[in-house]
């Protein structure tokens, strides 16, 4: 029986995935990564399912019969892909697959930030009466940097409330754009026109720092940023600080660099922020899509296949 190990505590967890797991022969092992037992599991297992935890060349040694790294998720930065290709692994993800739930929950912040609804039930539930003007979200531009699948659907939701949207992607959808009325620009184009700029890139050496105290100041006064793609993007000390002399009126931060993060830092005192706990997937509508992606590339590399959705599928059959 072939073991799929996982370092992803939601994978499996919800649906019948479980059952069709045992029914296809395989055996499920859960295993923190930083546990004691991690790289003793990992020896044995033919195909890792990984979470947030880093995948490296180290792992990949620790796990001699390991046929494949299937990513319990979309964003891979966090896996060498290029130590996978050398050693003949097939490194897959599921693109798409929770892209609603990230859009939705971006969207819902759009709204609990222009409403201050966070510090509204605050002040209630305390005995208080604080009431705060917030604004409307009509007529109001969205900024998307990003526009892959989840920036589409947060445009496409957008635009249905009545905002206006542009939007930056190194590979821009020019048709897709259009088809949607989305306007395309340059990314100092999108901090300058938005009064919402939220995040959707990937991460990795290209994106580390990106929003910092340049790209803030560029933004218009009092917008709001929201981040729910990689925490490596921020510049927390610049988003604290824009925060906190007004320069930013809100924020939302889903991803942080270290997760959790250490409270410590000043963005946790900073003003009219809304923190979740990388949580903008957590749908069990999405982990259903995103199990069964995963299942469904796994019995492919079993029956002796390659998935498309494998990430160096050109490398590993030229």
């Known amino acids: 029986m072939a073991t799929i190990l996982t370092t992803s505590p939601a994978f499996a967890k919800v649906g019948d995935l479980p059952d ?64 996978a290709t ?44 604080d009431r705060r003007r917030g604004w409307e979200v009509a007529g109001r531009t969205l900024g998307i940097l990003g526009f892959g699948q989840v920036g589409r659907r ?53 994106t580390d720092g990106l929003i910092g105290e340049s790209a803030l100041a560029q933004m218009k006064p009092g917008a709001v940023l929201l ?24 924020a939302a931060i889903d991803a942080f660099e270290a997760e959790p993060p250490d409270t410590a830092h000043p963005i946790f005192t900073a003003p009219n922020v809304l923190f979740s706990p990388h949580s903008g997937a957590d ?3 999405s982990l259903i899509r995103v199990g069964e992606m995963v299942l469904e590339d796994i019995e492919t590399l079993a029956a002796g296949g390659m998935p498309a959705r494998a990430l160096n599928a050109k490398e590993l059959t030229a």
């Open 283 to 285: 749908t069990e509508d």
């Open 20 to 83: 069709r797991i045992a029914a296809a022969g395989f055996d499920l092992v859960r295993v923190p990564e930083d546990g004691p037992d991690f790289r003793k599991a990992l020896a044995g297992a033919a195909y890792l399912v990984a979470g947030l935890p880093a995948v490296d060349a180290g792992v990949m040694d620790a796990g001699p019969k390991l046929k494949g790294i299937l990513k319990h998720g979309v964003g891979v930065d966090s896996i060498d892909v290029a130590a």
């Open 154 to 206: 947060l445009a496409r939701m957008a635009r249905g409330v009545g905002m206006q949207v542009i939007a930056h992607d190194p590979y821009p959808a020019v048709g897709v754009a259009e088809d949607l009325g989305v306007r395309l620009g340059t990314m100092e184009e999108v901090l300058a026109a938005a009064d919402v700029l939220s995040l959707h890139l990937a991460g990795g050496p290209d």
């Open 227 to 250: 981040n729910y793609a990689r925490g490596s993007i921020l510049d927390l000390d610049a988003v604290a600080a824009a925060l906190d002399d007004g320069r930013l009126s809100g």
């Open 86 to 129: 050398a050693r003949g692994l097939p490194v897959c993800s599921t693109p798409g697959a929770n892209a609603q739930a990230v859009a939705e929950m971006a969207l819902g912040a759009i709204f609990a930030l222009a409403r201050n609804m966070v510090a509204g039930h605050l002040t209630v539930a305390s005995g208080g009466w």
